[in-house]
């Protein structure tokens, strides 16, 4: 493997004893960490790294041994990072890409945001406001709030965690999604 190809790769770390993400690191770093025994191979890649004197099989994911504590960050609100936190899923009626719709087979591009409470009504562009809704669903309600339109939330929308949001937006490997609840 080429040194360029090997730096694009990254691996994914997860916090020691709770598994949860805590950064994107460099291979270089995630070979550092196992070297200095501070981390241990979850899963591999299947590439290997050669050196002068050894060969390391390259991780896509690492665990720290040992828990750290790390504050939560808040993630910056996006339209495209509302309709990967809800799986470009429909909040009223659960319509997602790929359903039959009016007769037409639904893609990621035909789903919206919604403000639950509409921005003539103060509503903001913030998580908590914003939820994916299919186009349809979105017209009915309108101008209003969802109970004046005879609509009812699925779920309640949620500030999703940075790490999990960055991961969920197509940025690292297969592998790391089940390491990731967005």
């Known amino acids: 493997m ?6 694009q790769n990254r691996v994914l770390l997860l916090n020691g ?20 025994g501070k981390a241990t191979v979850v899963e591999e890649t299947g590439d ?14 690492i665990a720290l041994k040992t828990y750290i504590n790390v504050p939560r960050r808040k993630a910056h609100w ?24 009016k007769d037409k087979v639904l893609s990621r591009s035909d ?6 409470i509409p921005r003539s009504k103060g509503g903001k562009d913030t998580w908590t406001n914003t939820a994916c809704a299919c186009a349809s669903c979105n017209h009915r309600k309108g101008d209003r709030l969802p109970n004046e339109a005879g609509l009812k939330l699925r779920w309640e929308p949620k500030t999703p965690r ?21």
């Open 111 to 116: 789903m919206t945001i919604d403000h639950i």
């Open 162 to 182: 940075t790490s999990y949001l960055v991961i969920a937006l197509g940025t690292g490997p297969s592998a790391w999604r089940r390491y990731i609840e967005v």
């Open 2 to 7: 080429t040194t360029s190809a090997v730096m």
């Open 78 to 101: 996006s339209r495209k990072g509302v309709l990967v936190r809800d799986n470009y899923t429909c909040v009223y009626c659960g319509v997602k890409p790929g359903a039959v719709q």
């Open 48 to 61: 290997v790294l050669r050196t002068m004197r050894d060969y390391f099989a390259i991780p896509s994911v």
């Open 17 to 36: 004893s709770t598994w949860e993400p805590l950064a994107v690191i460099t291979v270089s770093r995630a070979i550092n960490l196992l070297l200095a």
